[in-house]
T-cell receptor, first 113, second 113 residues
Framework: KAGVTQTPRYLIKTRGQQVTLSCSPI?????VSWYQQTPGQGLQFLFE???????NKGNFPGRFSGRQFSNSRSEMNVSTLELGDSALYLC????????????FGPGTRLTVT | DQQVKQNSPSLSVQEGRISILNCDYT??????FLWYKKYPAEGPTFLIS?????DKNEDGRFTVFLNKSAKHLSLHIVPSQPGDSAVYFC????????????FGKGTLLTVNP
């Protein structure tokens, strides 16, 4: 079974631009969560989607948004990029919502200059 | 406010010996705990979990212990193998609808041959 895939793997953007990251969950998984990993803050929860609905949200500004499609694929968008948004963005999928075992993708490394 | 703390940034052990990774938490609402490990350039991989109704859970070489009164959990790896060298993250979740995961900042385990 194919794992969680994230595209692109690497991205360089300029301050003020916006970016969209994509995540394809494991086949049959309906819940997708997004995390931001930085050296200073570690892994922080962004949001979770299930059945195209946001179920949980972390403490991030409204510039961070996401959505899920009917095939469970998910995208996250960051608008008006700031230097501090430079991070590894990880997507994780699971069969159903909940804190249980999640399967992570390799991440998208975003660099904002 | 860091609700999940891994106070040891790194740990080095000899192959065949026991590795003990520690994690403390402050939120008394946490009732489900997980350990993930992460190799460079890969997403975290689920290792083992424990519910607050238990104080121990074992899976092969990995055992997680939970001490609710001390708000402390630990991961024991016996025997340690060089392939166990990775960053280990502790994560916790509240019950009910607020089940988002809160991660510690990780401990880098190095197992020396």
């Amino acid at each position: 079974k194919a794992g969680v895939t994230q595209t692109p793997r690497y991205l360089i953007k300029t301050r003020g631009q916006q970016v969209t990251l994509s995540c394809s969950p494991i086949s049959g998984h309906r819940s997708v969560s997004w995390y931001q990993q930085t050296p200073g803050q570690g892994l922080q929860f962004l949001f979770e989607y299930f059945s195209e609905t946001q179920r949980n949200k972390g403490n991030f500004p409204g510039r961070f948004s996401g959505r899920q499609f009917s095939n469970s694929r998910s995208e996250m968008n960051v608008s008006t990029l700031e230097l501090g948004d430079s991070a590894l963005y990880l997507c994780a999928s699971s069969l159903n919502p909940g804190p249980y075992e999640q399967y992570f993708g390799p991440g998208t490394r975003l660099t904002v200059t | 406010d860091q609700q999940v703390k891994q106070n040891s940034p790194s740990l080095s052990v000899q192959e065949g010996r026991i590795s003990i990774l520690n994690c403390d938490y402050t939120n008394s609402m946490f009732d489900y705990f997980l350990w993930y490990k992460k190799y460079p350039a890969e997403g975290p991989t689920f290792l083992i979990s424990i519910s607050s109704i238990k104080d121990k859970n074992e899976d092969g070489r990995f055992t997680v212990f939970l001490n609710k009164s001390a708000k402390h959990l630990s991961l024991h790896i016996v025997p340690s193998q060089p392939g166990d060298s990775a960053v280990y993250f502790c994560a916790a979740s509240e019950g009910g609808s607020n089940y988002k995961l809160t991660f510690g900042k990780g401990t880098l385990l190095t197992v020396n041959p």
